[in-house]
């Protein structure tokens, strides 16, 4: 869906090359969200030797394995994490991928503050950890990302509830010095998807000042 939705607003911004700006058409951003089923995917600087299964071993656990065009390492995503896909032309807002990435942990510091948790950057790595200045540093944000003539695809994979053992079959973001964390294990209880994506949907209102206009359910 995402590929489609970057396909229509790349072919459009082809042809709005050849016509004059009143008759341009811009296409909407989107923005997605979706819980997989239990699947690893490896970006494409990532390196398969951060896979500590074979596929085989993987299939008899009901885990996927994909090779895929965003970038960035190894992660896993599954039930209680939500991944969400900012389709988006940077042209509507600045044509600038690490301060892109900036602006996506922005809006997850911004969430995490709102249950009383503090997100912190590691520097030279994206996504956000918690308890970076502990011995037991975790990650609860990851981030990977593509753009094709500056729109967006792939996204975030955010721990709410996520059953965190499914991270020990991998290296998760090709760091082996830092652990992976959720909001249940954080806050020792679990929290509603629903109420995550509210907190998610206006903090990425505010940070990317847009307005989420057409919702769809499911």
């Not at 699947?39 to 299964?53: A, D, F, N, Q, R």
Request: proline share 5%; hydrophobic share 35%; net charge negative.
């Amino acid at each position: 869906m995402q590929q489609a939705l970057l396909d229509e607003k790349v072919a459009q911004k082809r042809k709005n090359r050849d016509l004059s700006p009143e008759r341009q058409i811009h296409l909407p951003d989107h923005l997605l969200f979706c819980e997989h089923p239990h699947v690893i995917t490896l970006g494409k600087s990532g390196k398969l030797e951060h896979l500590l299964m074979d596929e085989e071993a993987l299939a008899r656990e009901g885990v996927d394995f994909y090779k895929i065009n965003r970038g960035g390492d190894i992660t896993y995503h599954g039930p209680g994490q939500l991944t969400g896909y900012p389709v988006l032309d940077l042209d509507h807002f600045f044509t600038d991928i690490i301060k892109y990435l900036r602006y996506l942990e922005e809006v997850f510091v911004k969430v995490l503050a709102h249950y009383g948790l503090k997100g912190e950057r590691s520097a030279g790595e994206t996504g956000l950890w918690i308890g970076l200045d502990t011995p037991a540093p975790r990650k609860i944000l990851a981030l990977g990302v593509r753009c094709s003539r500056w729109v967006t695809m792939h996204g975030f994979g955010f721990n709410v509830n996520t059953d965190l053992r499914y991270f020990d079959k991998i290296i998760p973001c090709g760091i082996n010095d830092k652990g992976v964390t959720s909001l249940e294990r954080e806050l020792g209880h679990k929290v509603p998807m629903e109420e995550v994506k509210i907190q998610v949907q206006q903090a990425f209102e505010e940070v990317f000042d847009v307005t989420l206009t057409e919702r769809t359910p499911g």
